[in-house]
Every structure is written in C-alpha cells, then in structure tokens.
Nanobody, 115 residues
Framework: QVQLVESGGGLVQPGGSLRLSCAAS????????MGWYRQAPGKERELVAR???????MYEDSVKGRFTISRDNAKNMVYLQMDSLKPEDTAVYYC?????????WGRGTQVTVSS
C-alpha cells in the first residue's frame, strides 16, 4: 500500500509557473507507473504526464513542451514542473501510482490560472 500527498498548487497568472510535489509514504523505487492526472470542473479526469516502464515519460499533447515530470526515488517524491501556464490548465491535479495492479491516488491539489 502507498499513500500519496500532493502539494504546491495555488493561484498563478497566465504565463507563470508552478511546481507540484507528490510525497509517497514508502519507497517508489519499484513503482514504474506513476504520474499526474487532472480534472477541470465539468470535465473528466485526464492524464497529464506519467512515467512508463524503463522510466520513460509521456505527456498529454496540450502540455508537451510546457510541463516536465520528474522523480526522486531517494526521497520518494514525484514532481510536475508546470511552465507557461494557461487558463485551461486550471484543474485539480492528482498524483497516482500503480503498484501490483492496484491504483493509489492522492487527494489532489488545486491549480488556478487566472489574471
């Protein structure tokens, strides 16, 4: 079992940056599939960025070149650096992990992009 806690959300102006953090309650060294989803009001949850096997990364098309996912296995942390933020990035961002076919989710952190 693993518990995930997100932090780093907030209000930012268009064009600004935020760095989201996801703290895991145990070692993530063996967890290949981790990443971030987001859910905007009235919309379905969508995958934003994730690690695949071999620790490769993949991104949703609208965030490519603006968002960067990274991880620090020694600290049991996953990050999402978000640059050039747009109003349409406004959503609750969720960290997730899949370990032994079980999905784990954090409670989310709100990101609001507005002037």
């Amino acid at each position: 079992q693993v518990q995930l806690v997100e932090s780093g959300g907030g209000l930012v102006q268009p064009g600004g940056s935020l760095r989201l953090s996801c703290a895991a309650s145990r070692s993530i060294f063996s967890i290949d599939n981790m990443g971030w989803y987001r859910q905007a009001p009235g919309k379905e949850r969508e995958l934003v960025a994730r690690f695949t096997s071999s620790h490769r990364t993949m991104y949703e098309d609208s965030v490519k070149g603006r968002f960067t996912i990274s991880r620090d296995n020694a600290k049991n942390m996953v990050y999402l650096q978000m640059d050039s933020l747009k109003p349409e990035d406004t959503a609750v961002y969720y960290c997730y992990a899949i370990s032994r076919a079980i999905s784990y989710w954090g409670r989310g952190t709100q990101v609001t992009v507005s002037s």
